[in-house]
């Protein structure tokens, strides 16, 4: 074991936050009898197919079908003794399922991952007893879009619309929430930073931000140094909405239109 990397061994140790023990938190709402595959174990297979970069229910159940044994215990697919060999779900059990999942509670779970994931990484920086090497800024990202191919499953026919913040130097999605559509966007930017460690952070965001108690919430509350926005021509003096106690703030204040 020592002869491993760090992060090996202190996953093989249990510091390392494990993604399973997150996915359990995801109620399933079938009847525990007759269940033949477990909803942790759905969601892990969807979790690490997704990852390799399939895009289809079909491509995540032939991901699953070809893994190695060693992968599908540790995704704790159902395992036949009699047979001795792995019940692998078919493409319209994880469909089924992965349809009907509670989608708030499968992001809290996820975002409550990696959170603690960067916690561990921060105690085993500071465990090794040497001061880490300085690193830029952490730039996080916030932004709605529209999920395309899911007017299908909406009663309006309307394609459902997330809003969401991702660190931009992981690519790590740390929060989403569903909103209904661009208008509603705005109610839901606080809630979705809420619980995120923004000292020091920059946000980004688009101009429909400007407002003032989003610079109240980011600088006097969360203690963001600033807020950079990507703005369109004809929309560069709403900046001014946002200088709130630049002086107070010194260089990390707003910036100014002159420098956008």
Not at 80 to 100: C, H, K, N, Q, W
Not at 149 to 177: E, K, N, Y
Not at 190 to 217: C, I, K, M, N, W
Request: hydrophobic share 45%; aromatic share 4%; net charge positive.
């Amino acid at each position: 074991m020592a002869a491993l990397p760090s992060a090996e061994r202190d996953a093989l140790a249990g510091r390392v936050p494990q993604l399973m023990a997150y996915l359990a938190w995801v109620p399933d709402p079938r009847d525990p009898r007759g269940v033949r595959h477990s909803l942790v174990s759905l969601l892990a297979g969807a979790v690490a197919a997704t990852l390799t970069g399939v895009t289809s229910w079909a491509a995540i159940s032939d991901w699953i079908a070809g893994a190695p044994d060693h992968v599908l215990a540790a995704l704790t697919i159902r395992n036949d003794p009699l047979a001795r060999r792995y019940g692998v779900p078919d493409e319209s059990t994880i469909r089924a399922r992965l349809e009907a999942l509670d989608a708030v509670a499968f992001s809290a779970a996820t975002d409550g991952w990696l959170k603690d994931l960067g916690t561990a990484r921060s105690k085993a920086a500071q465990a090794t007893g040497h001061r880490p090497c300085r690193r830029p800024r952490r730039v996080l990202a916030v932004d709605g879009k529209a999920l395309r191919g899911t007017r299908h499953h909406t009663a309006t026919g309307r394609a459902a619309h997330l809003l969401a913040v991702t660190d931009t130097r992981t690519l790590a999605v740390l929060g989403q929430v569903e909103v209904d559509g661009k208008s509603n966007e705005l109610t839901a930017f606080a809630p979705l930073l809420q619980s995120l460690d923004l000292a020091g952070a920059v946000v980004t965001a688009d101009a429909l931000y400007t407002q003032r108690e989003h610079a109240v919430f980011l600088v006097e509350r969360k203690k963001a140094h600033y807020i950079r926005l990507r703005l369109s021509v004809g929309v560069i003096g709403m900046v001014a909405v946002l200088q709130i106690e630049a002086a107070r703030l010194g260089d990390h204040g707003l910036p100014s239109a002159a420098s956008l």
